[in-house]
């Protein structure tokens, strides 16, 4: 048995307001897979995310964790499993301090003393946040802030990674820092994004929404070089798949 | 608005306060939430007129700020900022109660006079142990006190809640009121028109927010239970600081101890 996958049969959800966000989504992540999520802005990718630790509950379908089917009983097991990063690190961290921001999640998994000490130093220097841990969170920059965010879920000791839009508002070294990192984990991860070269760097599949549901999974080579699927998607190829910039721009001055 | 954010980081600094360490830091939280109430308690208690019996009641956040190492010009900026409230509610008392109740020469001094500096005194000390407590404890950690002396787990999370939503609240209300600041081109904008709708907005969007700090707590096993860092048991010195305080508020109150001093220096000096 392993924890470390993540499979999601026939999921729907459907807002209060009668929205269909997500139609019949099925998927299998298997062990240490890195696989991305994307699609236009409203494509239901947020969604989905919420519903891979059951911070929203699916109208139908069901998610597996594992041998774990996610249901109200299995809820704390599963979060503790699947460790999720908003998109927004400013909603992620809400105490005082940074050390006392990791060790949330310990502390409410029952660790005491020494171990929490430990548990939060690892975490911060796996992500290069040793030094920050006694400043408060809002006077972090956004790349700080992003990997202290990271750090509070690494400290949970969870096996599956789930982050929302990782790249979104850093600069890019700190965003190249970030990708690097996240090569180095051994986790199953699963991302969100619109920065599709991150996803070629990163993700060896990938899984394309449109208005709720799958219109693609596999080989993320296979997906970007299909450009029919990408327009049809809202979608376009990374920006390395693109061709150098200048020469384009002259060859479409040219056609004007 | 850059006001608003400045009081807002100025007051997630008594939480950062409560980090340090001291003999008082290192407290049982609950002995330093009993000693607050008992103080507060025993200071409200006084009768309306009363202001001499007050003072020595400043020896309570006097040796707690000395022995916890907390910034005294920042607590006493905390509580200046609650002043001008108090002033409200007491400006009218010198109008309204106009009974004389110490003649110094020509200077009539009026009852409403006494008790309008009666509230400011007791006010004063009030919320200044109230900042103390917090700056000591912790936020976090006097909730989980007061759940552990019995207070329903259900109204201990919704204090913790109301104190994050505070901040939460003061973010929304810089960032919109910023907008609308800027777009109103130095003028008035819209007025008060326009100020139903930021009104509205402003409940929406922090509803929103709080939800989605609410769901990453969740998200990181929070099932509304308080955890601190903090390791501590009602030992012997929680006892000692419990009972010291309680003896000599209780003595406090019930004998005017300034003015038998009052009375003593009299006597040898007539």
């Known amino acids: ?87 927004y690190p400013d909603d992620q961290l809400f105490m005082p301090t940074v050390f ?78 970030l990708m690097y990192l996240l090569q180095e984990f051994q986790h199953t991860k699963i991302f969100t994004s619109h920065d599709l070269d991150m996803v070629l760097d990163l993700c060896g599949r990938t899984i394309i929404l449109h208005e709720g549901a799958i219109m693609a999974d596999g080989p993320t080579d296979e997906i970007f070089r299909n450009e029919a699927l990408l327009t049809a998607c809202r979608l376009e190829k990374p920006f390395s798949m693109q061709g150098c910039p200048l020469c384009n721009r002259s060859s479409r001055h040219k056609k004007t | 608005m850059i006001s608003i954010n400045a009081a807002v980081i100025d007051l997630k600094r008594l939480d950062l306060l409560a980090e340090s360490d001291s003999p008082i830091h290192a407290l049982d939280a ?32 006097a040796v707690m700020i000395a022995l916890a190492g907390l910034p ?98 003061a973010d929304e209300i810089s960032s919109s009121s910023r907008a609308r600041e800027l777009r109103s081109c130095g003028k008035k904008g819209l007025g008060v028109t326009s100020f139903g709708s930021l009104v509205g907005h402003l409940l929406l969007r922090t509803w929103q927010r709080a939800e989605r700090i609410h769901t990453a707590m969740l998200a990181r096993g929070f099932v509304g239970r308080f955890h601190t860092r903090r390791q501590s048991r009602f030992g012997a010195s929680e006892l000692c600081f419990l009972l010291g305080w309680t003896i000599l508020f209780i003595a406090l109150r019930a004998f005017d101890i300034s003015g038998t001093l009052g009375l003593l220096l009299t006597g040898i000096f007539p």
Not at chain 1, 128 to 153: D, W
Not at chain 2, 46 to 61: D, Q, S, T
Not at chain 2, 107 to 113: E, N, P, R
Request: charged share 15%; with cysteine.
């Open chain 1, 100 to 177: 006392e921001d990791v060790a949330f999640g310990p502390l409410n998994q029952g660790l005491s003393g020494e171990e929490i000490d430990r548990r939060v130093t690892e975490a911060l220097e796996r992500v290069g946040a040793g030094h920050l841990r006694a400043k408060p969170p809002y006077h972090l920059s956004g790349g700080e802030k992003k990997r202290v965010a990271i750090a509070t879920v690494l400290a949970m000791s969870s096996d599956i990674l789930v982050m929302d839009e990782p790249t979104s508002g850093l600069d890019p070294f700190a965003r190249r820092q």
């Open chain 2, 72 to 169: 005294p010009l920042y607590i006493v900026r905390k509580i200046a900022l609650i002043s001008p409230f108090v002033l409200m509610v007491g400006l009218l008392n010198p109008v309204f109660d106009r009974t004389v109740l110490y003649q110094i020469g020509q200077l009539a001094i009026s009852g409403g006079w006494i008790s309008l500096a009666s509230l400011l005194v007791r006010s004063t000390l009030t919320v200044g142990a109230a900042f103390i407590l917090v700056g000591t404890t912790g936020f976090t950690a006097v909730c989980q006190a007061l759940e552990r002396l019995g207070i329903p787990q259900l109204f201990a999370v919704q204090l913790l809640f109301l104190h994050r939503y505070i901040f939460v609240l």
């Open chain 2, 30 to 61: 609950r002995a330093k939430v009993l000693v607050t109430f008992v103080f507060i308690t025993s200071v409200v208690s006084f009768g309306r007129y009363e202001l001499a019996r007050l003072l020595p009641f400043f020896i309570f956040p």
């Open chain 1, 1 to 87: 048995m392993s924890h470390h996958i993540v499979e999601a049969k026939n999921l729907q959800h459907v807002y209060p307001d009668g929205t269909i966000a997500i139609k019949d989504v099925s998927f299998r992540i298997t062990h240490g897979e890195s696989v991305a999520i994307i699609g236009a802005n409203g494509a239901g990718k947020s969604t989905l995310l919420q519903h891979l630790n059951g911070c929203l509950i699916a109208t139908a379908g069901e998610i597996w964790i594992g041998d774990t089917l996610l249901t109200k009983s299995t809820l704390p097991d599963i979060r503790r499993t699947v460790g999720m990063v908003f998109q």
